[in-house]
DNA sequence: TCGCTATCTTGTCAATGTCAAGATAGGGTG
DNA sequence: CACCCTATCTTGACATTGACAAGATAGCGA
């Protein structure tokens, strides 16, 4: 409901007011199973205001995805002064980011080609790349290197997300994490 | 179409023809991309038939899950005699059978309660611990190295999925895979 | 004050999922 | 062979949705 001596045809905030009901939908209901008219109803306006900002349900998708890419880029970005706090922190990012990576994980939900979004994925990939190569045994296994250390990440924070493990009914996603990194990539130095 | 004599009012094989037709639209169009009245069409019926079979479009997804995770089960425990290939089978799954690993990493579509889905996954979690228990440094890290296991495997099958790691354009993801396992596991033996 | 553009509202249409009522086909029994 | 019951559909209806178009209004700049 709009705000008392609010004109009705300037919200003012919309844009905003959309996206952050859409990742509350989201934690509701999983990415696919909320709609824009739903959101508009939340918002307070007609169920055709949100096309305006975004063109159409992928659009608004879209929008999330950059904010969560951009979000989780910065938080790498901070970690890389630890390469081993680096798997954490995309653990970390994913679970407590949640209705973000639900949608970051579904590139079929977004526009992938979304210039915001391939440059925060670069920025997200450089920081993946230079920190696996310091946990490398072997510059000839570099890339070897990178992909496990993403695999492991994605892997992890995907199973944590989806209940698979049953750790994640009481345990300390963090820590858990922490923990298999080290034995992982202890052993490989 | 039905064939020429068939009766209008028995199908005689609708389920297994509505769960292929679901495959071949989740290849076409992701798991989320399609409908059940295109199923419907697709097998030459009426709009309803289906519901028939499954409730809803949930249980049809369910089903789709269910004969996923029986297959997955029983190429884990084919592959189990070598435990350095229970993860490459586990990749090998999730691409060579892509529509259905699609559905089954995604438990919101269907009803995870199921009981021909938690035996299934439960059998396939028995071949992951039992061979992760090989592959473990000591008995203390058996558990931890499980869940790297698991999500090395889960995590790679993702990114190649998705298109994230630019190898999938042109790679062969079981040597990708393979070699990944060797080096990380074998650096813990 | 006026004009232009941003930002909405209203209305419409096709498609969908689901549900209910009814039609038909197959199989079993007397 | 006929009848009855149940499995397996078809037909119809309704509410909701996404997308699109036309139009209304509010803000800002000249």
Redesign the pocket.
């Known amino acids: 409901m709009r705000q008392i001596n609010q ?6 905030n ?2 905003r007011v959309i996206i952050d009901a859409a990742l509350q939908a989201i934690i509701e209901s999983g990415p696919a199973g909320w ?4 959101l ?1 109803r939340r918002a307070g ?5 949100p ?3 975004f ?4 659009g608004l998708l879209t929008a999330v995805a950059a904010e969560g890419f951009a979000m989780f880029a910065d938080t790498l970005e901070r970690a890389a002064a630890d390469v081993w706090e680096v798997g954490v922190a995309y653990v970390r990012f994913a679970i407590d980011h949640r209705p973000y990576s639900e949608v970051m994980f579904r590139p079929e939900l977004y526009r992938a080609d979304d210039p915001s979004i391939t440059s925060a994925r670069e920025r997200a990939a450089n920081v993946l790349v230079t920190s696996a190569g310091t946990l490398s045994p072997s510059p000839e296994h570099d890339r070897l290197t990178t992909i496990a250390a993403w695999s492991l990440a994605h892997g992890f924070a995907g199973l944590w997300l989806s209940g698979a493990l049953p750790e994640s009914a009481d345990g300390d996603p963090e820590a858990l994490a922490r923990s298999m990194i080290r034995l992982v990539f202890g052993a490989m130095r």
Chains 1, 2 share one sequence.
């Open positions: 004109p009705a045809y300037h919200h003012g919309l844009r709609s824009l008219r739903e508009a306006v007609s169920h055709a205001a096309a305006y900002h063109g159409d349900k992928q």
